[in-house]
Structure formats: structure tokens, C-alpha cells
């Protein structure tokens, strides 16, 4: 059974930075894409940025490129999301997903696309 468990959340001043980080276990990770996705109050849940299994190739949602590194320590079984230069636009439930078949484009990013979702935690960015 796959199990994603986030962290790294927090209360954050604008400029500011935070690292989450997703934990994964009961699948094998080597062969799965990981995203991270964001949900703000009252809004719906957008794709932020993806990792692919193969040759690690990444996506970022325009609007935090330049800003959020993806990454991923196939050893640990976990992927991280360096967030930099926080905006209080980033508040929200942070998510992982991971999904065996996806391969993350230059593209776009959707919550549809990943069967499988940890629990979240949350970021807020204070102005």
C-alpha cells in the first residue's frame, strides 16, 4: 500500500523559505513520479511542481519557478520542495501524490493524473 507522509510545513514571513519534504513507503519508489500540489482556502487544488522516476524530470507551475526546487533521494525514499522567496500567494495544504505511470512534462500539472496522496501539511506565508 503506498503511504506518502509530509512535512516541513509552517508559519513563514514573506521572503522567507521552508523545505518539505515527502516520505514514501509500501510501493517501489525508484519507479513512481511525485508532485506536489497546493490547495488554498476556497480554491482548487493546483499542481506545483513533478519529478519523474526515470531521468528526474522536473515541472514547475509558472508561478513559482525560479523560486521552488524539486528534488528527489531515491535511497530515502523521499522527495523534497525547497521553497524560496515565500509569497503569501503560497499559503495552503502543501499535498504529495505518487503515481507509477506519469511523466512529468514542461507542460502542466494535474491532481487527476496522481492516485495516490499523503495527508498534507500546511504553509502559510505572513505579509
Known amino acids: 500500500e503506498v503511504h506518502l507522509v509530509e512535512s516541513g510545513g509552517g508559519l513563514v514571513q514573506a521572503g522567507g523559505s521552508l523545505r518539505l519534504s515527502c516520505a514514501a513507503s509500501?510501493?517501489?519508489?525508484?519507479?513512481?513520479?511525485i508532485g506536489w500540489f497546493r490547495q488554498a482556502p476556497g480554491k482548487e487544488r493546483e499542481g506545483v511542481s513533478c519529478?519523474?522516476?526515470?531521468?528526474?524530470?522536473?515541472y514547475y507551475a509558472d508561478s513559482v519557478k525560479g523560486r521552488f526546487t524539486i528534488s528527489r533521494d531515491n535511497a530515502k525514499n523521499s522527495v523534497y520542495l525547497q521553497m524560496n522567496s515565500l509569497q503569501p500567494a503560497d499559503t495552503g495544504v502543501y499535498y504529495c501524490?505518487?503515481?507509477?505511470?506519469?511523466?512529468?512534462?514542461?507542460?502542466?500539472?494535474?491532481?487527476?493524473?496522481?492516485?495516490?496522496w499523503g495527508q498534507g501539511t500546511q504553509v502559510t506565508v505572513s505579509s
Open positions: 519529478i519523474s522516476s526515470s531521468d528526474y524530470k522536473t
Open positions: 501524490a505518487a503515481d507509477p505511470d506519469y511523466y512529468c512534462s514542461e507542460y502542466n500539472l494535474f491532481p487527476t493524473d496522481f492516485g495516490s
Open positions: 509500501g510501493f517501489t519508489f525508484d519507479d513512481y513520479a
